[in-house]
């Protein structure tokens, strides 16, 4: 027994080593599966950054009105316009102003971000550079962004071309530059989602749903920069400015005073002799409202016409009045006495009855009635 013992034993060891080995195996092979797996995750997110995909965030509040504002001049050739929205944080609705971007790379346009309502909440699709402009809802956000594509400008030969009518060009120095009149047939408004209750019913167009199979680009650095800035600003949640904020645009992201900052108007309409907040933010259909404005003075010089033809019944109306009654009894008395002494002429013998016959009035009227004859000489 002792011996068959002794043989035993080194058949147990290598039992137990080789157990040992395939635990120690396994557990390497899941640190393998799991590198593989973190770096499969790493790789999708990277696929999905370079595609201008961020994290989605949906709200059950629908965003406020989009604000009205000018558009700061363009700071120097190159720049794109990257129009303002409503962004969600932990303290809710916050304004990230509009402002002018370079692209990443030349011949990029921008497509703007925005809400969408799904599901019974408020979705926010993120903005992305590409070769043509997206789908952004149906939004008018302004200063070309009339709900489809964009009329601000186009690239041609890596040079940016800057339509003058929508965008606010200013002092700076720029050859590229045309004029160009949008007519948009867009109902001006501020709704700032698509789709629920009052939202834009705007839906993707063929040519917007090629654009998005393009190759994007996400949001640049700076403009990262300018999203977590505007973030920080207290005075640029909606609870804080109830729709207006006080920093509406810049003229260069995530610069949030000096004198680019724009604050927005509390009124939609300007004077006539600011065309480029009209035809920027409200696009071009911000001249029909000053059109709708100009037929507004003919109602308001017929007044003056209706009391012109209502001047002389009034006059008409004081005739048969107790004032002037004194003397009408006396131009109709004349007229009897007149055809006794046979004069036609009614005129003549009016201006000249009281002269000659003073004391055939005087007499017949002093004696009945003495207060008759006083106002007549009066």
């Known amino acids: 027994m002792s011996a068959h013992l002794l043989i035993q034993r080194p058949w147990r060891a290598p039992t137990h080593s080789r157990a040992y080995a395939s635990v120690t195996l396994a557990t390497r ?44 001049p363009l700071p120097s050739p190159g720049y794109i316009w990257v129009p303002g929205y409503w962004s969600y944080g932990p303290d809710g609705y916050f304004w990230v102003p509009g402002t002018w971007v370079l692209p990443p790379d030349p011949d990029l346009v921008w497509t703007p971000g925005y809400w969408g309502f799904s599901d019974g909440a408020y979705a926010w699709y993120p903005g992305y550079w590409g070769p043509e402009v997206g789908f952004y809802g ?37 050859t590229n530059v045309y004029s160009k009149t949008v007519v948009n047939t867009t109902t001006v ?29 996400a949001a640049t650095s700076a403009q990262t ?27 260069k992201p995530n610069a949030f005073s000096g ?6 108007r ?27 404005e100009a037929p507004r003075p003919p109602p308001a010089a017929e007044p003056p016409r209706r009391l012109a033809q209502a001047a002389p019944p009034p006059q008409e109306r004081p005739a048969p009045a107790e004032h002037p009654a004194p003397a009408a009894p006396s131009e109709r008395a004349a007229p009897p006495e007149r055809p006794q002494q046979g004069r036609p002429p009614a005129a003549s013998p009016q201006a ?19 207060e008759k004859s006083q106002p007549q000489h009066e």
């Open 138 to 174: 149906g939004i008018v956000y302004g200063f070309g962004y009339f709900g489809h594509g964009y009329e601000g400008g186009y690239w041609r030969d890596h040079q940016f071309y800057y339509n003058r009518a929508v965008n606010n060009i200013g002092n700076t120095n720029v």
């Open 29 to 72: 092979q899941l640190v393998t599966l799991t590198v593989a797996l973190l770096a499969a995750v790493l790789l999708l997110l990277s696929s999905r950054s370079a595609a201008g995909a961020e994290v989605a965030v949906s709200v059950n509040i629908a965003p406020p009105p989009l604000p009205v504002y000018e558009q700061p």
């Open 352 to 370: 000249h009855s009281p002269q000659q016959h003073p004391p055939q009035e005087h007499a017949p009227q002093e004696r009945p009635p003495a």
């Open 266 to 292: 509390a009124a939609a309409r300007t004077g006539q002799g600011s065309p480029l907040p009209t035809a920027g933010r409200q696009g071009p259909a911000a001249s029909q409202p000053s059109t709708s």
């Open 259 to 264: 004198p680019g900052v724009v604050p927005a």
């Open 189 to 217: 408004n501020n709704i700032s989602y698509n789709g629920g209750t009052g939202g834009v019913s705007a839906r993707p167009t063929p040519q917007e749903q090629a654009a998005a199979r393009q190759p994007r680009h």
């Open 225 to 251: 920069a300018h999203v977590a800035g505007a973030r920080g600003q207290h005075e640029l949640l909606a609870a804080v400015n109830q729709g207006h904020p006080p920093i509406a645009a810049t003229d």
